[in-house]
């Protein structure tokens, strides 16, 4: 069922991006993908950290990293896109990357909990790696 907005004006730009993230949310990936490839080819952030999203949804890795990277292009300060650039490198443990990304969000946003908590994860990930380290040494 469409919202109002789009019942209103079926080529509105931004209704469009709102319907595909409520179909993202309840993980109807398809129908946010096929809503968001109506749009204009035109570049926006939004749409394709929404594509980057889909596609990490999807279990894409590959897509959604480069969704991500080309959100960033398009919008280097574009927090949200940073947020899930780290989460995705967080998920395929490629943790420096991961810390580089929830550092920029920090930098501009310094009381983001949420790129706070997975800091604390990524340093709890690294004092693990060294403990395991010496241990092995000792052993």
């Known amino acids: 069922?469409?919202?109002?907005?789009?019942?209103?004006?079926?080529?509105?730009?931004?209704?469009?991006?709102?319907?595909?993230?409520?179909?993202?949310?309840?993980?109807?990936?398809?129908?946010?993908?096929?809503?968001?490839?109506?749009?204009?080819?035109?570049?926006?952030?939004?749409?394709?950290?929404?594509?980057?999203?889909?596609?990490?949804?999807?279990?894409?890795?590959?897509?959604?990293?480069?969704?991500?990277?080309?959100?960033?292009?398009?919008?280097?300060n574009d927090i949200a896109v940073r947020m899930n650039l780290g989460i995705l490198y967080l998920k395929y443990r490629r943790i420096n990357e991961a810390g580089i990304q929830f550092e920029r969000v920090l930098a501009v946003t310094p009381d983001n909990n949420d790129a706070k908590l997975h800091m604390a994860t990524i340093y709890m990930a690294e004092n693990n790696l060294i403990w395991l380290k010496v241990l092995s040494r000792n052993a």
């Open 1 to 76: 069922m469409q919202g109002k907005a789009l019942q209103i004006n079926v080529d509105n730009y931004d209704a469009k991006i709102v319907l595909a993230g409520v179909y993202f949310r309840r993980e109807m990936f398809d129908l946010a993908q096929m809503v968001l490839e109506s749009l204009p080819s035109d570049k926006n952030s939004e749409v394709l950290n929404l594509f980057g999203l889909i596609a990490m949804g999807k279990d894409e890795k590959s897509k959604a990293s480069y969704y991500f990277k080309e959100a960033l292009k398009v919008d280097p």
